[in-house]
Every structure is written in C-alpha cells, then in structure tokens.
DNA sequence: TTGAAAGCGCTAACAA
DNA sequence: TTGTTAGCGCTTTCAA
C-alpha cells in the first residue's frame, strides 16, 4: 500500500518531442513549406508534399496544438456543457449526445472540454469563456429562463444548443418534439381512447413546455372532450407521480401518458404495487423512451428519439458557426413513434 | 424555423482582447513585472504588485493559455477516461467523481478534457496524448487487463486509475473494498446468517474481484462451512441473474448479496415478481449503494462510497505527479455500512 | 526590484 | 513552388 513513486518532471519527457524545424531541417526545406504540406493550405509541389508526409508518419510527428492554437487564435477545444443536477435518468441522453459530438469533433482534430454547471451558477462556464479554452460551446438541456444561454449571448462566441430556447437568436438542435407528441397523442385518440390524462415533470424545461403542447394540439384538433383530459405537471418526486397517478385512475382514465421514462418508469411500479394491469385495466405510453421501458413487461409505447445524431447534429453546426458560415436558427430531427404492448 | 444567421469572423472577436503588453504599457512597466505580479513568482515590489493587480482586475485581464502553455509546455488541461460502455449504473458514478476532480482542478486553473474510451479502441485516448492535450490523466474504471493502462504507462505521461488496476506502478486510488465487504460479510455472518449467495458482476472488472476476495476472506475468517456459500459470477443479463437467485433460493441462503446496485435493484425485481418478502423469507445485502436501494420498501443493507472524494483524491495526487512530487502508489479511501431494513 | 531580449512551435504575409 | 520574416502572448534567463 506504500510504494512511492516519482515522475520524471516535464523538462525530461519534451525533450523527446520533434518540432516543425527538425522536420524542416532533415528534409533541408523550410518551415512553412512543412507547415503547408501538412494544412494543405497554400500551393506546393506534389513531390515535397508527399515527402514531408512520409516523414512525419515516419517519425510520428504531431504539430503543437498549443503553438498551433496561438499562431492561429484557436484553442482546438469545444465546450460541452452539462447541467450539474442532472439525475440518473439524464446522463445517458447527455452521453450519447457526446458521442455524436466527439464522433464529428475528432474528425477536425477538436477535442471536448467538459463543464457541469448549476444553475445560476455560472462561475465554470466563466471560466471556460474567458481564459478562451474552447473555440466553441455545446449546451445540453435549456431551461426556459437559461442564464447560460444569456451569458454565452453576451460573451458573443459561437454556442448551439441542444433542446430549444425562449431566448432569441439562438441555434438550436432539437427533436420534433410538438410534432411527435401530437403524433402519439392522435395515434392514441383514434385507437378509441377517449379520456387521458399525461403527468409530466418540471414545468421550467423547455422540453417540458413543448411536449405538452404537441399533447394539447392532438387534444384539440381530434376533439377530445376537455373534461377528459387531466394534466398533471411538475411530478419530480415519486409522491408527486403517485399523487398524479391516483388522481388520474380515480377520473376513470383509460391511458396515462408520461413525458418522460422516469416519470413512465415510476408510474408503472405504483401500478404494479397496486396490481393494477397494463393494459388492460389502464393503458400506458410515454414521449420519451429507454432501456428502463422497453424491457419492461408488457413494453411501454413511446416516442424513440437518437441522443447521437442530435450531437452529430449540434457539433456540424457549431464548426459551420465557427467558420461563419450560415446556419439554420433552428433544426428539427425527427423521431419513431414504437407502439408497443403497453397500449394493445 | 429557418432564421439564417451569421457569425463575426473570430479576427472580429480577437480584437477586443486585451494582452499583457496591453497592461504593461497602460502601467508604464514592462511585461515581465506584470507577469511576475500575476504568477508571484520572482521579486517584485509589493506597491508595483497591488497596481498590477488592480488594473488587471478592472480591466479584467486574462492571460492567453495558449500563450502561457507554448512558454511553460502546459495545456491546463486534464484528460479524464472513461469506458465508452459505460451503462447507466456507471455514469452516475463517474459523473460525482468528476464534480470531485472538477472542484480541484479548476483551483489550479485546470479543465477537463473528457474521453470516452472502449476496450480495444484506444484511438481517442491515442489521440488525446499524442497530441499533448493533457498534462495528465485520470481513468476511470479499470479492467484486469487494461489496454489504456498499458498504453499510458509506454507513453510516460502522469497518470492516476480511479479503481484498482493488476499492472505493477500504477498509482491507484480506490476504496478500501476488500476491507469493506469483508467487514459487511462478517456483520451478517455474525448476526446469525449461516447460508448466503453472492452474485456479482463481470470477473473482468477489478473491482468485482476484490469484492470477491473481501466476502471470502469474512467467510473463511468466520468459519464457514463452504457448501453453505454460494458464488455467481459474471452476471451481466437479466436472464443471468435470475438463474443465480433462482439457484440461490433452492440452495435455501438466507441472504443474497450482490456487488453492485444494478444487480441488487434486479434482485429485488425478482423477488417482488415471485412474491418472497426481503427479509422475512430473504435477506438482502449489497456491497454497492445507490438511490435504487435507498429508496426501496424495504432500504438495502448496502456499503457506501464516496465518488466525489474519489475524484477529489485523484486529481490532487495526480497535481502531485504533475510537479515532480512524491506519491503513495495506493490510496485507499473509506466507506460505511449501512445497516439497513432489508437484512433485519 | 525591474527590464531587455530571446524563445516556446507554429502560421501567414510578403518576396523571390 | 518555395523561403524569409514577423508575429501570436506569454515566460524566463540574464543583466542592470
């Protein structure tokens, strides 16, 4: 348990490191022309080029990305930024938005830096910003009020977000989240459902807001009763969903929508309690779908979204930013509608 | 939906930013005084020191990292590894770990360079040092046989293993798990429990192994007979678990211990499904807490950890590495044993 | 206690 | 097509 150990210090492992002008010097050509064979960025001969290659392969040469960084004002880094209370049930969404991100990060030789930030806490992302680590930033999930996105507005650095904003004149990458909901939602009413009620969580995420208007939408447009349909928001706790749930079932509803697996997750383990079966005594279906609910039994319908594509998505945008070229204020990816046994 | 946007050049950003030779000549000095007043290393005089300062602060100054890091061969950055399959068990782990190593690193003006990594395809992490992104690295979850390691330890950079590793030299910080499962065997040996099961995880994992080892030393310590304990490895499915609990009820244990909260939380789905009351017909312990055991009807007997302090430890003994200074090759942390409903 | 000057490794005008 | 020459913004000898 006591081995000591101690480490060469940072003078002993640089010294090793080979610089634009050793291969400049073994190839007895100057240091631009390196530079230019290994950018690709002014003209050169074919033949230097192919030579400088050769070499640096050889002797695996990699450019500073620090030197690189001040010759060229880049950082080579963007930000990818988390909310810090984010629970169990967010994380894996945030980690396959990330592998999209450094899936299309890598290619342009991008790494990502990783902030979580609370709320009203800002004090990281200042940080971040500010020493200029990152060229660019990547939010995860917005609130309605979002100081970040305020800050980032103000620091006028290229950001995108994924989720959609309130604010103004902000790239978002979203899913069709209105479309999408009022899809189910409708698919449901014509299945014959005719009283429904849909338990949703914080009311001050944007996605919350937003899957509850594709919800109204069907409502509306397939001419639900009003006096049938119960929302109930807000449900953070398991009493708060408990709560929902008995409200729901005591109005006699014959499906419970849930916004979100968490929510689903928790609503089919008070049923399950109560013995109550899906679906034959009350069907379930949720807007958000995981793991959690497709290996349940009888598996829940739900709206299937792709975590990754939207960080592909968001991390292309951010580089076209980057390089001023336009991009759309807002994109929308779609989305499967799985119906499953939960809704038979 | 389709606002078109368009970005200031970065040329249009860069020009507001203020440079040291900016504050050396707004103060009539030279760049060395302001840099000596901002690093505090060398003489300088404390008057000069608090103008300095002052101005810096008004104006609010930043030095240029990529400046600073071309002239001292520091990035201000540190990697963190994680396994790029990582479930979502895990990532609430790694994620507390990271606020810990956050909450250090950014005292000393660090940021995170995260890194999803997957067995076998070291290409990002390759990436990450070969490019000198990093000053260090933290990895988290180790394997048996871990590539990562060994292809850290070959390209000498400081490097910490949240978790423990097989490979000689590597600097560890774990918790104490031998010791800790050891010590909750024994508490339910003691209590009178003489049959009971282990289910665990997969063999590969480091920590599965010492978990092993910390339950056979309490039951061989505690004599045992050995055909009244039970060990099920490599329970990865759900199908493969509820063989082990399906086995471990016909062998009538009187305790079922699992290694992790993923599988404890399947445990208890099982015996909910079949209708066994914990701990009237059987008891439950896990050598792993979370939330999902927390808050089960009833709690979960369970060994708790501390992943922040993990992450706290790590990233100070690998500042430690940074700057040449001597460090214990193991660090084990504590943990505690709660005593729960579930094995009254 | 302070400053001048060189240099970290790379890029980009400008010349040739 | 290639090279020369200034930087990028900061640190760090070395000298004053």
Redesign the interface.
């Known amino acids: 348990?006591?081995?000591?150990?101690?480490?060469?210090?940072?003078?002993g492992?640089?010294q090793s490191?080979i610089t634009i002008g050793d291969v400049a010097e073994a190839l007895g050509i100057s240091k631009t022309t390196v530079s230019r064979a290994i950018s690709g960025k002014g003209r050169i001969g074919e033949q230097t080029r192919q030579r400088v290659l050769a070499y640096i392969e050889e002797n695996?040469y990699?450019p500073?990305?620090?030197?690189q960084?001040?010759a060229q004002?880049?950082?080579?880094?963007i930000g990818?930024v988390i909310p810090?209370d984010?629970t169990?049930t967010d994380?894996?969404f945030f980690?396959r938005c990330?592998?999209g991100i450094?899936e299309v990060a890598?290619k342009e030789?991008y790494?990502?830096?990783?902030?979580?930030v609370y709320d009203h806490e800002l004090e990281?992302l200042r940080?971040?910003v500010?020493?200029?680590?990152v060229?660019g930033i990547i939010l995860g999930r917005t609130l309605i009020d979002d100081e970040r996105v305020r800050f980032l507005k103000e620091h006028?650095?290229?950001f995108v977000v994924i989720g959609s904003s309130s604010e103004p004149?902000v790239?978002q990458i979203d899913n069709d989240h209105v479309k999408a909901c009022r899809e189910l939602t409708s698919i449901l009413i014509m299945k014959g459902i005719r009283r429904l009620a849909l338990i949703g969580g914080d009311e001050n995420h944007v996605v919350n807001q937003t899957r509850r208007r594709g919800f109204e939408e069907a409502v509306a447009e397939q001419h639900l009763n009003e006096d049938d349909v119960f929302i109930y928001m807000n449900g953070e706790t398991?009493v708060d969903i408990e709560r929902s749930v008995e409200e729901a079932l005591r109005n006699q509803v014959e499906c419970i929508v849930t916004m979100d697996d968490r929510i689903g997750f928790e609503v089919i383990n008070i049923l399950?309690r109560d013995g109550i079966q899906i679906p034959d005594q009350v069907k379930l279906a949720s807007f958000y779908s995981s793991?959690l609910l497709e290996?349940n039994q009888p598996a829940v319908t739900a709206l299937q979204y792709d975590p990754k594509e939207l960080g592909v998505v968001a991390c292309r945008t951010l580089f076209d930013?980057?390089n001023?070229r336009?991009?759309?204020?807002?994109v929308?990816l779609s989305y499967e509608v799985a119906l499953r046994g939960s809704t038979q």
């Open positions: 348990m006591a081995g000591q150990n101690e480490w060469t210090t940072t003078k492992r640089e490191r695996n990699r500073n990305p620090m030197a960084g001040l004002s880049k950082t080579y880094n990818w810090g984010s169990i994380l894996p980690q990330m592998i450094s890598s030789n790494d990502i830096l990783i902030s979580m990281h940080r971040v500010e020493n200029h680590k060229d006028d650095i290229p004149d790239i398991k399950k793991d290996s930013m980057m001023a336009q991009v759309d204020e807002k929308l």
